[in-house]
């Protein structure tokens, strides 16, 4: 059975418990928690071997995205076999889903979140306001991002509180000799050539 902060019953019924209601009350919950809680427990019937035992803990909704936070260990379950339990849940909200773990690094959240991108570095940076942001350099395939930055960038303030600065290095093969050059990206052909003399 899926795991909720929500009370099963209450969630069979419609009705909040006086526990519940009170988390409710105080923000330990909320609304979509709620409602996220109830889709879980609907798709279960359907999806028993992916979403029994899994843990869900709390849900944002941000732009047009819907990010659930669940066990660690639930993770990879969930998003594996095509992620058909999680693409209905995107498809009850009209939202995508991100998966991301509830305890987890500050650079494990990162890479869950901008997934599929690599992350290459992650710097706190210090701003003349006395404020201060995490700077993360990301590289990925294709033209397309995996996710729309400014999204990411929410979604990090809204459950990290972590204010975020995004670039993006495009270029896999250039690196620095010295301050004042640098070597440009080498194409295939070189690369194969380069590969072919060292064997």
């Not at 009850?92 to 901008?114: G, M, T």
């Not at 290095?169 to 000799?177: C, G, H």
């Amino acid at each position: 059975m899926v795991k909720t902060p929500v009370c099963l019953f209450d969630l069979k019924t419609g009705t909040l418990c006086s526990s519940c209601e009170e988390k409710l009350k105080m923000g330990v919950i909320s609304e979509l928690d709620v409602e996220v809680a109830k889709a879980l427990l609907k798709l279960e019937a359907q999806h028993r071997q992916l979403l029994q035992d899994v843990t869900f803990y709390k849900a944002y909704m941000v732009d047009d995205v819907l990010a659930i936070l669940v066990d660690q260990k639930d993770v990879a379950k969930l998003i594996s076999k095509g992620g058909r339990a999680i693409r209905e849940l995107g498809e009850i909200f009209s939202k995508k889903v991100r998966v991301l773990s509830y305890r987890s690094s500050f650079r494990e959240f990162l890479e869950e979140l901008l997934a599929p991108a690599s992350i290459r570095t992650i710097n706190r940076i210090w701003l003349p306001d006395g404020t201060n942001e995490v700077k993360v350099v990301i590289s990925y395939m294709g033209k397309r991002t995996p996710i729309d930055f400014e999204t990411v960038k929410k979604l990090s303030t809204t459950i990290r509180n972590v204010p975020l600065r995004i670039e993006v290095e495009r270029d896999r093969y250039k690196f620095r000799l010295s301050k004042s050059k640098t070597v440009p990206m080498k194409t295939e052909s070189k690369l194969r050539k380069d590969r072919e003399e060292y064997r």
